[in-house]
């Protein structure tokens, strides 16, 4: 028998290529195997920069004598979940069902059916802690499957109909209303934590969708309280060791309530959805910090996760050689008292030491400290500031570096596109555009085939063999929409165009419910439908988002009655559980706002039309989408549809803003479009 995974593009399956485990990836010949062997399927599901899939790897998939009772008694399937979020979904909610709790590594023991009999995590390779050890797991899974087969046979019946028997409630008809927004705000000031920002306790995650929504209700209602609570949550955030203080980027979550120590992998997902948040709530606020924060972040993913082909990879793992060749999580980037002095000598060591809080006691383990930024406003050498951090940086990047998972998912790339157009645009730095369109053009040259079905990922410029997922569809067309308002690049929007109606005749249902998988999707045990925000936005309100704003590009009714279709869930959701429905909260803000639809018409290259472009975009108004090009072009001839037919005003460069079937005058001035982007109604 032989290790199958030594042709996958996950880096996650290649890493367990050379375990003497004889590993299938998920595939239906597995499951044949299972039944012509008559032995029961071990499924193991996690993903590249997990600290504790390693370990168990380690202790357990690499040990001989584990390996060789796993190949004799059962058919084991590895699965990367970021490649197939369908199946992780599906088998995640059976565990959590189960067992109460839910994780990676996820282990689970199923028939050849598919259908889940025994459920857990990470197993020890000896007893521990009231824990069983994995080889004791595999010894009562193998007894159960010989002796008591009738037994398993129904508790396997018994999870697949609890779970086919939960059905969704959409919230009725309508969409959520003023109403629904004010409670989703007061819900959230009740979790809101007051001291050190952020929602809930520990460990606590960055809520970037949940800012995101605050940012919009504050444009549109004026709310000081939602404002306050996004500008001091990411104040915080950018202060504490969840942020990489030197060389920018978010870590996945603080451990602790209170910032300080970090699960120290880097997610491309987290960083998209946090360089666009600081960028937004630069603009909302024009905080010095807000904007120093989305430019590191976004300079941190072109440095540190773009492709050669052009894309960006997943993540950067928590752990790193720590100099002795022991693998410990975090070495790359905590810092004793010791280590300071010796880069930079005692008298800037000392500094350093106060200004990033390095204590001799330490932050972390071992007398080391994660960086962070707790002191107040006080005043600081920004020069001297400026040199610690260069010379910091220059040292660590000798340091032994995390692994990095190089596969190219689709919807994360999707995020990163939208960041980086966005800030390149506010900021007026055309390179970090320049990256979002070759990310764009990896994703239609690499992962869209000729029917415009997307692939979920590709690695080293080729396309992987797993279809795309709903949040694929609704983050790339949120991305390419983004890309589309901030260059005047009307090919983008009809690429958008083209996966939004991939989603209506594929991922739609009844009384507009969202599927996480398409109708012709390999059939699982249940299909995957989950409206609420993860670490990124659900496949079902990223969506909505996207729908939305191309049918105020384009005036299409059936994309608008889709995006609305789908809010019914937040209608319902939203006043209950405001954390986990952000980015739904925030589409709904949109949708209460119109969105507003601009047009800014003048010919290319003229300041003019750049500078009411760039008002255009920076205009906070929830969802509004922009269209820059040639005015006085007929309708056929036109790159966006909002330019059909929109003239020069006294053959001028001017904007036209419409809501809700109402015009404005068009303006060819920049303040009178501000006004006209930022009233409150």
């Not at 030594?6 to 299938?24: F, G, I, K, M, R």
């Not at 004598?65 to 796993?70: D, I, N, P, R």
């Not at 009307?490 to 419910?513: H, K, N, S, Y």
């Not at 959701?573 to 507003?596: K, N, T």
Request: glycine share 10%; net charge negative; charged share 25%.
């Amino acid at each position: 028998m032989a290790n199958r995974l030594s042709h996958e593009t996950s880096p996650y399956l290649l890493q367990h290529a050379d375990n003497p485990v004889d590993w299938w990836p998920w595939s239906a010949e597995a499951f044949e195997e299972a039944r012509r062997r008559d032995v029961p399927v071990l499924l193991s599901v996690g993903y590249s920069s997990c600290h504790w899939c390693h370990v168990m790897a380690h202790e357990s998939f690499e040990n001989e004598a584990t390996a060789a009772y796993l190949n004799e008694h059962f058919v084991s399937v590895k699965v990367d979940r970021e490649e197939r979020p369908d199946v992780d979904a599906v088998y995640m909610e059976a565990v959590q069902a189960a067992t109460g709790q839910g994780g990676w590594p996820m282990t689970v023991f199923l028939n050849a059916d598919g259908e889940p009999f025994y459920f857990g995590t990470y197993f020890p390779p000896a007893p521990r802690n009231g824990m069983p050890s994995f080889r004791q797991v595999l010894e009562g899974v193998n007894s159960a499957w010989t002796e008591r087969r009738e037994e398993v046979g129904e508790v396997a019946g018994r999870i697949v109909a609890e779970l086919a028997g939960r059905s969704l409630a959409h919230g009725g008809e309508g969409t959520p209303g003023e109403e629904e927004l004010a409670q989703a705000l007061l819900g959230l000031t009740r979790d809101y934590d007051e001291k050190y920002g952020g929602f809930g306790g520990a460990p606590k995650f960055p809520a970037s969708m949940v800012v995101e929504f605050l940012l919009r209700h504050h444009a549109r209602t004026g709310s000081e309280g939602a404002l306050q609570m996004a500008s001091d949550t990411c104040e915080a955030m950018a202060r504490g060791g969840i942020y990489d203080q030197l060389g920018g980027g978010f870590a996945r979550y603080s451990v602790d309530r209170e910032w300080v120590v970090p699960h120290f992998e880097k997610m491309l997902y987290d960083n998209a959805l946090l360089c666009r948040t600081y960028a937004r709530l630069w603009r909302a606020t024009g905080s010095d910090l807000a904007r120093r924060v989305a430019l590191e972040t976004a300079d941190f993913m072109v440095r540190e996760l773009r492709t050669a082909e052009g894309g960006f990879a997943s993540a950067l793992d928590a752990d790193s050689d720590d100099g002795s060749g022991k693998h410990v999580e975090g070495a790359y980037y905590a810092w004793t008292p010791a280590q300071l002095t010796d880069v930079l000598g005692e008298a800037d060591a000392e500094f350093a030491a106060r200004y990033y809080g390095v204590t001799e006691e330490g932050t972390f383990e071992k007398g080391a400290s994660v960086l962070q930024l707790p002191q107040g406003e006080g005043v600081v050498d920004a020069a001297r500031v400026e040199s610690v951090r260069q010379r910091l940086f220059a040292a660590r990047d000798t340091r032994p570096r995390p692994e990095r998972d190089d596969k190219v998912v689709a919807a994360w790339n999707g995020l990163a596109i939208a960041a980086l157009a966005e800030t390149g645009a506010y900021f007026e730095r055309p390179d970090l555009v320049e990256r979002a369109t070759e990310a764009a053009d990896l994703l239609v040259r690499v992962h869209m085939d000729e029917t415009v079905r997307l692939a979920r990922t590709s690695k080293d410029g080729r396309v992987g063999a797993n279809a795309g997922v709903l949040e694929d569809y609704g983050d790339v067309a949120e991305g390419f929409l983004a890309l589309a308002s901030v260059t005047g690049e009307g090919v983008w929007l009809d690429f958008a165009g083209f996966l939004l109606d991939t989603v209506l005749t594929q991922f739609v249902g009844e009384g507009g419910a969202l599927y996480d998988t398409a109708h012709d999707a390999e059939p699982l045990i249940r299909r995957p439908q989950d409206p609420t925000d993860n670490a990124t936005p659900s496949g079902w309100t990223s969506a909505a988002g996207a729908l939305l704003s191309y049918a105020a590009h384009t005036g299409s009714e059936s994309h608008r009655t889709a995006a609305e279709g789908a809010l019914g869930v937040v209608k319902a959701l939203g006043p209950r559980a405001p954390r986990f429905i952000g980015w739904g909260l925030a589409v709904a803000e949109a949708l209460l706002d119109g969105p507003r639809e601009v047009a800014v018409v003048g010919p290319r290259g003229d300041a003019a039309t750049a500078e009411l472009h760039r008002t255009a975009l920076l205009g906070t108004a929830p969802g509004a989408v922009v269209a820059v090009g040639e005015g006085q072009l007929p309708d056929d001839e036109a790159e966006f549809p909002l330019l059909a037919g929109r003239p020069l005003v006294d053959g001028r460069a001017a904007a036209y803003v419409c809501r809700a079937f109402v015009c404005s005058a068009p303006t060819t001035e920049v303040d009178a479009l501000k006004q006209q982007l930022t009233v409150r109604t």
